[in-house]
């Protein structure tokens, strides 16, 4: 019986060793996220991978052999862009960037005010690459950094959007259509950013045209329903 018994521990054993290896950089206590997640109440389920799917974004790098540690900026690097550009809770900074980055986020089962879950192609983001050059081009048509929170917050997605194929043509349609002032469209309908130009926006702006619909109520319509 001592012999099984020994056997039985010594398995245990290795099994606990690799379960631990495999997690230990998402059991890490300097995770920026734990911090923010314990004082609110979710340290146990962001502690516990099984339940949530989270792993810091300092992890990818094993994980997904096509991204390197260098083509992306870290955690920590991400709150402090944030921050910089006026999204001053730590908790929201904290969602936003979980969100964008952890494909199994704990928040994009969440539902937001108006009932729709966020539509987000998590990734590991670089703050020169992705969302340095979103902050730049809105604020050159015209939206101020007072409005980026704003934005931000009702489109968690708008930092990972590519400029040149999806902002850019999305904001020079708004034009051609005839918005006068298509930073104020945005702020007061920041969902607008989330269309996409040729299968969302034209399609619908088109179909109210072949109804008859005036082009000034339509740019009614993005302000309130659409």
């Known amino acids: 019986r001592r012999p099984s018994s020994m056997g039985a521990l010594l398995a245990l054993s290795v099994g ?25 109440g979710l340290s146990k389920l962001v502690q516990s991978p099984r339940l949530t799917g989270y792993r810091p974004i300092t992890c990818i790098k094993a994980t997904n052999n096509k991204w390197r540690r260098e083509d992306f900026s870290s955690f920590e690097e991400l709150d402090q862009f944030l921050s910089s550009v006026g999204l001053q809770n730590r908790a929201e900074r904290a969602r936003l ?19 729709s879950k966020a539509r987000i192609n998590a990734r590991p983001l670089s703050i020169e690459r992705d969302i340095r050059p979103v902050i730049d081009y809105l604020i050159g048509e015209g939206l101020t950094k007072d409005d980026l929170p704003r934005l931000i917050t009702s489109q968690p997605a708008l930092i990972g959007y590519d400029v040149d194929s999806h902002l850019r043509p999305l904001i020079d349609y708004l034009k051609e259509l005839g918005v006068e002032d298509v930073p104020a469209l945005l702020v007061k309908r920041p969902t607008l950013l989330g269309l996409n130009t ?17 082009v000034d109520k339509i740019i009614d319509y993005l302000g309130t329903s659409i």
């Open 16 to 40: 606990c060793c690799l379960l631990f290896s495999r997690y230990r950089v998402s059991l890490s206590s300097r995770s920026y996220f734990n911090t923010v997640a314990a004082s609110r």
């Open 97 to 115: 960037i979980d969100l964008n980055t952890n494909p199994r986020s704990l928040f994009a089962g969440m539902k937001n005010k108006k009932g």
């Open 198 to 214: 040729n299968d969302g926006l034209r399609k619908i702006v088109n179909y109210l045209k072949s109804v008859d619909t005036p």
